[in-house]
């Protein structure tokens, strides 16, 4: 079976017809426990059971369930972050795959039951699906299998999610059935872009040319220097390009003004240039080493300083 998908939506549905939930930055993962054994599926059906040991106990016992849910992990900063999944994805290694559980532990978040006891519930609609689950969440569902929490208000999830850095939200009307594999109208996802300010540290070359800008790399100003954030070249245009080349000209210098390593990949081609230049990044939560994700050039900040960004000391309010 393939799991239900969730429509792109630039709004938050409202009234007492739809449920919201925390949009998870993870693995999407259908969970079946027939036959006293746990098998995980991916979104495309493919057997994914041996990556993630740390799962496969089930927490109900011997129960005939299927479930559906996301697999997440922790970043350094205490969010789900995709990126520090990776490692532990494509592992079919008992060995390797019990070592990476022990480093990166997972946790299942449960949001939907399709199956109960060799009872199809995909054609119930969601609202008697969740009770089903709350219900299994009383006869023992926990541990490393959790069940979140659902909300009426949208737009304060919507905003909370946002304040605290998590991927987004998704609403669901309380009347639909589970339908496998369709992108559902009837479950729809925000997902939430932070603009943020960096500095930049550098620039590359768009491909095929020598001087005309294509991408910048960016940083934050730390206590312990300029740490590393990321290349941001989408958002980029032809007047951008020109406007932020005739801005770093004068600022060019010969090795990298970040404190910390720029991985190869960036730093291959790349014009330093001295860190004064502020600019404005629209991206998702920042992830695993704070890199950015998905970033996209907003436009430059000439109304703002180097020193006016400094990233927080741990403890400290941004």
């Known amino acids: 079976m393939l799991p239900m998908l969730a429509t792109k939506a630039d709004h938050v549905p409202t009234g007492p017809g739809w449920v919201h939930e925390v949009k998870w930055d993870g693995v999407r993962a259908l969970v079946d426990t027939a036959g006293g054994s746990t098998r995980l599926t991916s979104r495309n059906d493919n057997a994914i059971t041996p990556a993630w040991p740390d799962l496969v106990d089930a927490p109900l016992g011997r129960r005939d369930v299927l479930l559906d ?114 992108r559902s109208p009837h479950w729809l996802k925000r997902a939430h872009r932070h603009r943020l300010s960096y500095v930049v540290g550098g620039w590359r070359p768009q491909e095929g040319t020598t001087d005309r800008l294509g991408a910048l790399l960016v940083g934050e100003p730390t206590r312990d220097g300029l740490l590393y954030r990321g290349r941001v070249g989408s958002g980029i245009g032809g007047r951008a390009s020109a406007l932020l080349a005739e801005a770093l000209a004068p600022l060019a210098r010969g090795d990298s003004p970040f404190a910390d390593e720029v991985p190869r990949v960036d730093a291959r081609g790349t014009r330093w240039v001295e860190p004064r230049l502020v600019v404005d990044v629209d991206t998702h939560h920042t992830s695993r080493a704070q890199r950015l994700r998905q970033p996209s050039y907003q436009g430059l900040r000439p109304d703002l300083a180097p020193q006016d960004v400094v990233a927080p000391a741990p403890g400290e309010d941004r």
């Open 69 to 182: 849910g996301e697999i997440i992990a922790m970043n350094d900063a205490g969010l789900p972050d995709f990126r520090v999944l990776q490692d532990r994805m494509h592992v079919r290694r008992a060995a390797t795959a019990a070592r990476l559980a022990e480093q990166v532990p997972a946790l299942l978040m449960v949001f939907d039951v399709l199956r109960l006891d060799g009872a199809d519930l995909t054609g119930e609609p969601l609202a008697r699906r969740r009770e089903l689950l709350e219900d299994l969440v009383a006869d023992g569902l926990g541990g490393t299998w959790q069940v979140p929490p659902t909300y009426d208000d949208g737009e304060m999830l919507a905003e909370a999610t946002r304040a605290q850095g998590l991927e987004g939200i998704v609403s669901k009307r309380l009347t639909s059935r589970y339908t496998p594999g369709e």
